[in-house]
């Protein structure tokens, strides 16, 4: 069978998709689905999110449109139908962590917890913390997803949110990426709109803003084209001003529309930051096929000025025509352009000579303004034949994906290279240039790959479930269900002659070891071979205690029989000396007792502190005349 993958992105108005078979090591492109989902009604305007059950019908209708079956499957699913939680917690125990996170997920999200599945990703931090990164899906959702894989034969690779696909793209991307200060990856596509702020290299929250532009877009695409280049080339040249009057006034309301929704987002986008605590080393990204219109001035988001500088140069090397209005609406896939894209410098020179001369009947204003346009474009072009000629020719993707420098002044103050720029990597609309996809796939197009697999904040994935792989080998299960029979047979036969065999063998070890105990055990009065062997094995216990107390004698040290010993050597003949009390403690030494003289007195403390243990200590002694004798008491400091 080929080795065949697919990366689907299923938003609710806008399901694109993508192809990839593997060759060798790599993965290439060779197939993409583009476009707006067909809708049943024509009221858009009120029209809200699809239900499940619609939503599930559009993938259906997707996948049996490209014929999408008897492979493999990732989905990307949209930021609002995935709930994305950080929580933090005073242990770093993993074990510990998996078993309080369900209680605080309880305690966060409005629903049932038992209707949610989730994913968990634990880092530890400093000061014995740690942080739990969770994504959560309902179940419905994914039971859904599911049914429509199990009927057409597709394995679940991969379940994903297109927000954390969007930030693990930034994270493939940048290996290199500065681990200090936030990063705000915005998003504004055809289907949705989302900020993810990462905060130390961390995914720290996803913002998700609904807003009308898919909506206001099917609308568009049910009297207009399917081609993003098109919906560009008209929408970027529409004024702000521009009169609603004559023919083309349904197409003019969807641009104002859209314009109002941007400037709306703007404003959104502006208090998120404010709300965040946007300082100047904060990095900005802005992705999606709007990301172009907009602008950061440093204070607040801006919807930039229509028709845009750049307009009139995205049309020349885009080579779309407007959009034209008997364009039926459906799910398009787009061949591969056939124009020759030059490779070489010299060849983009040649381009760019050619470009210069064409089109004579230009304006005054724009003969002025041409000269120093494709200056700045004969640089761009220059650039990006070096970059071209240093990249790997062994690229996993079949298309090669020209990236174009901004037309727009960069940023005067750049961080260090292993920082991420704040410049918005979108900021001209010639970076959309040979973009297909209307959507969140457009930013991930060049690392499909990556998204096939599954990893720790994965919703799901799935083995081949046994149906399919019954539906898969029928013949090959018959034939080795049959070989299983035939082999289960032969071994259960083999199974139970060895059987009668040990049993015979079993019989013939008892007779002989019940020989051999009444000979080890003549005086036994037991009867059977069970008690002879308790009898046995009570001896034999006997005899290990016994041994043991003779060791435990043998290794026992007389450390105090041989201090008392040298003690007792005192008591020689020519100085006899009585004790009536003797102490010996970890501190102290004492010894009482009675003597006949001083001198012998004075010769006992001599001895005593010839003795090892009190060679170092510090010796009182204290004494009274008797009728006996010298009443004595010498006590010794051992420390």
């Known amino acids: 069978m080929e080795n065949v993958f697919y990366l689907i992105s299923a938003h609710s108005y806008c399901i ?6 593997k060759k060798s090591r790599n993965r290439l492109i060779t197939g993409e689905s583009i476009g707006f989902a067909a809708s049943d009604t024509t ?12 939503w599930s019908a559009m993938i259906a209708d997707f996948l049996d449109q490209q014929q999408w079956k008897d492979h493999s499957i990732s989905f990307l699913l949209p930021a609002e139908d995935v709930s ?16 309080a996170l369900p209680y605080e997920l309880e305690e966060e999200l409005m629903s049932d917890l038992s209707e949610c599945t989730y994913s968990v990703q634990v880092f530890t931090m400093p000061e014995q913390n740690s942080e739990a990164l969770v994504l959560l899906i309902g179940k419905e959702r994914l039971k859904q997803l599911q049914q429509l894989c199990l009927e057409r034969n597709l394995l679940i690779r991969n379940v994903d949110c297109s927000a954390h696909a969007l930030y693990r793209s930034m994270m493939s991307r940048d290996k290199n990426i500065s681990r200090t200060g936030d990063v705000f990856q915005i998003y504004l596509g055809g289907d949705e709109a989302f900020v993810n702020t990462i905060r130390d290299g961390r995914l720290d929250q996803i913002k998700i803003f609904p807003n009308r532009i898919p909506v206001i877009l099917q609308k568009h695409l049910s009297l207009a084209g399917n081609s993003l280049s098109a919906f560009l080339n008209s929408f970027v040249k529409h004024a702000d001003n521009a009169d609603l009057a004559g023919e083309d006034s349904e197409r003019i309301k969807s641009y104002t529309k859209l314009k109002q929704e941007l400037h709306w987002l703007c404003s959104q986008l502006t208090l998120h930051l404010r709300i965040k605590n946007y300082v100047s080393e904060s990095q900005i990204e802005i992705h999606g096929i709007f990301g172009p219109m907009i602008k950061w001035d440093g204070v607040v988001f801006k919807v930039r000025s229509f028709p845009l500088p750049e307009s009139e140069a995205f049309a020349e090397r885009s080579g779309e025509d407007n959009l034209t209005e008997d364009s039926s609406l459906s799910i398009n896939v787009y061949p591969k352009t056939d124009g020759k894209t030059p490779d070489t410098l010299e060849e983009l020179m040649e381009e760019a000579k050619h470009r210069e001369k064409s089109d004579e009947n230009t304006s005054i204003m724009e003969r002025l303004l041409t000269p120093l ?3 700045r474009k004969l640089e761009e072009l220059m650039e990006e034949a070096k970059h071209r000629e240093k990249s790997d020719e062994n690229t996993s993707i079949d298309e090669h994906e020209t990236e174009i420098k901004s037309s727009e002044k960069p940023q005067k103050d750049q961080h260090s290279s292993s920082q991420l720029t704040s410049v918005n990597p979108q900021s001209s609309l010639l970076s959309l240039l040979e973009r297909k996809h209307w959507g969140v796939l457009g930013e991930l197009r060049n690392q499909a790959e990556l998204y096939v697999e599954s990893h720790q904040l994965s919703l799901y994935h799935e083995s081949t479930p046994w149906k399919r792989f019954l539906r898969r080998n029928r013949g090959a299960v018959a034939v080795a269900a049959g070989l299983m029979v035939i082999i289960s047979a032969g071994f259960f036969w083999q199974t ?3 059987l009668d065999l040990l049993q015979q063998q079993i019989v013939e070890g008892d007779r002989l070891i019940q020989t051999e105990l009444r000979r080890v055990l003549p005086k036994t009065s037991a009867a059977g071979l069970k008690s002879m062997l308790l009898e046995l094995k009570e001896k034999i216990e006997q005899r290990k205690a016994y041994i043991e107390n003779s060791k435990k004698f043998e290794s026992r040290e007389y450390h105090h029989l041989s201090f008392l010993k040298n003690v007792s050597s005192l008591l020689s003949e020519d100085a006899p000396f009585q004790v009536d009390s003797l102490e010996y403690g970890p ?3 004492s010894l009482s007792g009675t003597i006949d003289s001083y001198d012998r007195l004075q010769i006992l403390k001599t001895n005593l502190k010839s003795i090892e243990e009190f060679k170092s200590g510090n010796i009182v002694e204290s004494n009274r005349k008797s009728p006996d004798g010298i009443v004595y008491r010498i006590s010794i400091d051992l420390n």
Do not use: H
Request: glycine content about 4%; proline content about 5%.
């Open 587 to 589: 501190e102290r030494f």
């Open 84 to 99: 994305f939680r950080k929580i933090t917690f005073p242990f770093q125990e993993r074990k510990k962590v998996e078993q």
């Open 43 to 54: 009221d858009f305007e009120e029209k809200s999110a699809a239900e499940p059950g619609q």
């Open 373 to 375: 346009m494709y200056i």
């Open 496 to 498: 139970s002659t060895k």
């Open 16 to 21: 694109e998709g993508i192809q990839l078979s």
